[in-house]
């Protein structure tokens, strides 16, 4: 009896305490292993059963905060790669427009640049004459020829662009659902599903606009339609440099024709007035039989043709009038010679 009390008290340690405390010990190893969808069995009332109910509520909200922990990694790696991506074009575009180039040359690379970063099929950019308000395709690439043809000139409103040119914001359509399915766009008889229309826009007012075409339904998001206005912004200011380069080098020309036309005037004009002069002064002398004086006539008037001629080879080597002399007061002093000798004072 006293051996059959005593194993029947282990049986009972056995079940109350060690059984508990061994399925809580591996339960631990078991979550320590990463394993959090380990549950004890909770098979009492007491303190042990308390510590198992207790246990399983650890693991479950552990279970959960984990799941959430990798969704939240995985979202904002996904997030990062995006950022990147975005940082990568704009470095890249930014680039191709600070080059030093010709304007059509800058429109072209940023376009290649930006359809190669987003897969498109075909873009264009268009400029907007200030005076007319008409959008004219500027340059375009992977749009067939009659495309670009009928494109080439569009007024406001006409069509997606031209509807487009005026708003500040960029406009993606998706040609293959709703009216556009039926509407009859050139870009969607071109077999392009999606347009994006962005804005090249410089202090709230717009330049022109590029598109961007694609042979399936491509959506954007609102992050991508930033960036990509943005990059219109970009273009704008590109855009005006060049006009502005276009104007000092229109000025720069005025000016020159300006200073020929001055230099034309203090030296050509002059000459060729006092050659018709002494042209009629010889004519007088004929007439009235002077030979000595039409001789000496004929000798200013040949030496002031060889003038003329002289002047002419300065302005055409070298732009300027001939000037032997830095001096300014030599030079009037040469010039005073010179009229003396030709009108005899």
């Given at each position: 009896l006293s051996f059959v009390g005593t194993i029947g008290l282990i049986y009972m340690l056995y079940l109350l305490i060690i059984r508990p405390v061994t399925s809580l010990e591996a339960g631990m190893h078991r979550m320590e292993a990463g394993d959090f969808a380990v549950r004890l069995p909770v098979e009492s009332r007491d303190e042990f059963g308390t510590l198992a109910a207790g246990f399983n509520s650890m693991a479950e909200n552990l279970q959960e905060s984990y799941g959430t922990l990798e969704r939240r990694v995985e979202e904002k790696t996904r997030t990062l790669a995006d950022k990147n991506e975005e940082l990568g074009t704009l470095y890249e575009v930014t680039t191709v427009l600070g080059q030093p180039a010709g304007l059509e040359t800058l429109c072209a690379d940023f376009l290649r640049k930006l359809m190669s970063r987003l897969d498109a099929q075909g873009g264009a950019v268009r400029l907007i004459e200030s005076e007319t308000g008409k959008i004219h395709m500027f340059v375009h690439e992977g749009i067939s020829a009659p495309f670009a043809e009928s494109e080439r000139c569009l007024k406001a409103d006409d069509c997606l662009c031209g509807e487009g040119a005026r708003q500040p914001q960029s406009g993606v359509h998706i040609l293959v659902r709703g009216a556009y399915r039926t509407?009859?766009?050139?870009?969607?008889?071109?077999?392009?599903?999606?347009?994006?229309?962005?804005?090249?826009?410089?202090?709230?007012?717009?330049?022109?606009?590029?598109?961007?075409?694609?042979?399936?339904?491509?959506?954007?998001?609102?992050?991508?339609?930033y960036m990509l206005e943005t990059l219109g912004r970009h273009l704008a200011i590109a855009v005006e440099n060049q006009r502005l380069v276009a104007r000092e080098k229109e000025m720069a020309i005025s000016e020159e024709r300006n200073l020929l036309a001055q230099e034309l005037h203090d030296s050509i004009a002059q000459s060729l007035a006092f050659l018709n002069i002494q042209s009629q002064l010889l004519q007088d002398s004929l007439d009235h039989e002077r030979l000595e004086s039409a001789r000496e006539e004929l000798a200013r008037i040949r030496e002031g043709i060889q003038e003329s001629y002289d002047d002419v080879r300065e302005l055409l080597v070298h732009f300027r009038t001939r000037m032997a002399e830095t001096d300014i007061e030599a030079a009037i002093s040469s010039a005073l010679l010179r009229f003396e000798t030709q009108a005899g004072v």
């Open positions: 509407a009859p766009l050139r870009c969607r008889e071109e077999g392009f599903a999606t347009v994006g229309v962005f804005p090249i826009r410089l202090r709230d007012q717009n330049l022109g606009l590029f598109n961007l075409y694609f042979r399936d339904a491509r959506e954007f998001s609102a992050q991508a339609r």
